[in-house]
């Protein structure tokens, strides 16, 4: 694995990578007990609408974190933030299956400690990436944020598979437990590291919006992933739904993160990757990926959409990111991302939260259908736009970007 080897011999990274990947574990595994639980807490007759919720406050309240939060949270440097995330996601995961085994819990106080454990994950994800392009050369960054994708999508194979057996041992609630535990190891990681860059102290709250909206890239970038993750949001809503069991959907899961894993290891060996074409031909070969799920073809087939389809999604991640380290400056960098994740953070849940009444109306496979068609839709936009729009070429104007800059 030559281009991952001087990311991996970096001592910031040798240090933090049995966290994240602890961590990564953790989250796998969560993605099919979030949903379960709450499929098993909620009224039967409003199952699709209260998983939709619950899946959406998982993530949407990390982006009232990223404005909310912008002033206090100044100033620290990116192993710091992520820190803070870490330690928040552990105390309210950790109280969901304290509730759930005292009989305590019902399903708003689940999506009220949801939405508490989320509150700080647009700063989490931007203090992540800014230690990669802080402790990293510019060269080293597609590898080491395809390092961290690998981390995730590997998660996606073990994860749901753990899941299903602690779920079928034990309880959805221990699965959570077991996340929470997680969070808490990635917690200690990051208050290990000691890096000295930290943001800037007279940045402004707005100044990651207003390099974004002052950079006709990153906003156009900003407006494709919006959009992508927006419509890819009525999925996890219609997984849970679309099987019938929770091994079953450990399953899809994990055909999904079979091929995710794949795409982003394969990612990671091309230093010279176009950034641009990998980003929008993810999200087109994605969504014309999806579209064969609704068509109620046999389960070992439905597995091999999905590899495909973790195959098509995995150079996202990784090109989309390495876009936002090489056009912003480093010291608008967290900013920058943080209102990045801010945006983003509210793209998927507001789709989870359009398509709770699509799958309570339509059902699971109807609605896998239409993301897959309106992602695809999306990907050819984005070709035309590429195609007789070129976007310039020239480089980051710090001097525009005058809410990065003290």
């Known amino acids: 694995m ?39 807490v909620a009224p039967h007759h409003q ?37 803070l995330d870490a330690a928040l996601r552990t105390v309210f995961l950790g109280a969901i299956p304290l509730l759930a085994w005292s009989g305590a819990l019902t399903i708003g106080r689940y999506a009220t400690l949801l939405a508490c454990s989320a509150l700080l994950s647009a700063w989490g994800s931007a203090g ?31 994860g749901p598979m753990l899941a299903g057996l602690l779920i079928a041992w034990f309880d959805a609630a221990a699965v959570l437990a077991a996340d929470a535990a997680t969070f808490a190891v990635l917690a200690v990681s990051f208050v290990l590291v000691r890096t000295r860059a930290a943001l800037p102290e007279r940045e402004r709250r707005s100044a990651g919006l207003v390099a974004i909206r002052r950079d006709r890239r990153l906003f156009a970038l900003m407006a494709l992933s919006f959009w992508f993750f927006l419509l890819f949001g009525p999925v996890p809503v219609a997984v849970p739904l679309f099987a019938d069991s929770a091994q079953e959907v450990a399953m899809l899961y994990t055909a999904f993160g079979i091929g995710a894993v794949i795409g982003a290891i394969t990612t990671g060996h091309l230093p010279h990757l176009p950034l641009w074409p990998a980003s929008i031909g993810s999200v087109l070969g994605f969504g ?3 579209l064969p799920l609704g068509l109620g073809l046999p389960r070992w087939a439905d597995l091999l959409t999905l590899a495909l389809a973790g195959l098509a999604w995995a150079p996202y991640p990784t090109a989309s990111m390495s876009i936002f380290q090489r056009l912003t400056p480093a010291a608008c960098l967290p900013s920058v991302l943080a209102a990045r994740g801010a945006v983003l953070v509210v793209s998927t849940p507001l789709g989870t ?7 309570q109306a339509t059902g699971p496979a109807a609605t896998l259908v239409t993301c897959g068609v309106a992602i695809t839709v999306l990907g050819l936009v984005a070709v035309g736009v590429r195609l007789f729009r070129p976007l310039p070429r020239a480089r980051f104007d710090e001097r525009k970007a005058s809410g990065c800059t003290p």
């Open 2 to 40: 030559p281009p991952y080897w001087p990311v991996v011999r970096n001592r910031v990274f040798a240090r933090l990578l049995p966290g994240l990947a602890i961590s990564a574990l953790g989250d796998g595994m969560s993605a099919v007990a979030i949903g379960w639980l709450a499929v098993q």
């Open 47 to 83: 199952r699709g609408l209260w998983v939709g919720l619950a899946i959406a406050a998982y993530t949407l309240p990390g982006a009232l974190g990223a404005v909310l939060l912008a002033r206090p949270l100044r100033g620290r440097s990116g192993a710091h933030l992520a820190a």
């Open 128 to 158: 992540r990436y800014t230690l990669v392009a802080q402790v990293l050369p510019s060269e080293l960054h597609v590898p080491a944020n395809a390092l961290l994708t690998v981390l995730t999508e590997a998660s996606t194979v073990v």
């Open 288 to 290: 014309l990926l999806l």
């Open 353 to 359: 939260l359009l398509g709770a009444p699509l799958v």
